[in-house]
């Protein structure tokens, strides 16, 4: 694996996951509807206060030390998966690693955001750091 993340930011391309595949737009659509039905839809019980809290998020919005109380403003989920992705400027399927980044704020209007990174095992040609160095020699 290079270590390269790339922004799938073509809603058109595909993923394969396991068994399943999904175009980029539908895989982002999923995963939101599945952060928002947990995090807003269950309950959890706090320990300090001995109940039962209507909503993570509610149980999430500050923790105590000691006798001190820290306010969170965000929180950021990191989840990286072996996949294939087929691109639409590519040539066929190609393995790597999905990374799923969701950030979940208490301060913003837009409260949940989501991002799709794609790494390939292996690095295309047209992707070697010698890149650079080649178009410098031929610009000669």
């Known amino acids: 694996m290079n270590n390269k993340f790339i922004t799938l930011d073509c809603d058109d391309d595909v993923v394969l996951l396991q068994k399943d595949t999904f175009k980029v737009s539908r895989l982002k659509e999923l995963v939101r509807e599945q952060i928002y039905s947990k995090w807003e839809r269950h309950s ?14 509610e149980f999430l919005k500050q923790i105590s030390v000691a006798q001190d109380i820290i306010k969170i403003d965000e929180i950021q989920l990191n989840l990286i998966i072996d996949c294939q992705i087929l691109k639409i400027s590519g040539k066929g399927w190609q393995k790597g690693k999905l990374k799923i980044q969701i950030y979940i704020s208490n301060v913003t209007t837009n409260k949940y955001t989501l991002c799709l990174e794609f790494c390939a095992d292996q690095a295309n040609e047209s992707e070697s750091p010698l890149d650079d160095i080649r178009k410098m020699i031929e610009a000669r």
Not at 44 to 57: G, R, V
């Open 44 to 57: 959890a019980f706090d320990h300090m206060t001995q109940k039962t809290t209507t909503q993570i998020s």
